[in-house]
């Protein structure tokens, strides 16, 4: 059963830092990208970060702050967001997906966690 669980969400003021994990299960790490989306009300999901095996790939709103990395075993997938903005503000997704992974851009086989909640105050 497949399965990606996110973790690590919270509140915090512009400059501050949070960490986010995703716990994955039942995604073959050589076959799937694994990522970070993000989405605000009246928004369309948009990709933050990307990671298959030891390639990276980011946003540009958010090259130079935040990094995306991978256990050792490859089923877990971490985003550390620094010198975080009020526009990080928004749900952040773990995904898994077949595809262009530097894209940054979901597939209709994307694997999507429940969501975690990150808000960056003035």
């Known amino acids: 059963q497949v399965q990606l669980a996110e973790s690590g969400g919270g509140s915090v003021q512009a400059g501050g830092s949070l960490r986010l994990s995703c716990a994955t299960s039942g995604v073959p790490y050589s076959l799937y990208c694994l990522g970070w989306f993000r989405q605000t009300p009246g928004k369309e999901r948009e990709g933050v970060a990307s990671?298959?095996?030891?390639?990276?790939y980011y946003a540009d709103s958010v090259k130079g702050r935040f990094v995306i990395s991978q256990n050792g075993t490859y089923n877990q997938v971490h985003l550390q967001m620094n010198s975080l903005k009020p526009e990080d503000t928004g749900m952040y997704f773990c995904a898994a997906w077949r595809g262009a992974c530097a894209a940054l851009v979901p597939a209709s086989n994307t694997l999507w966690g429940q969501g975690t909640q990150v808000t960056v105050s003035p």
């Open positions: 990671s298959y095996i030891l390639r990276t």
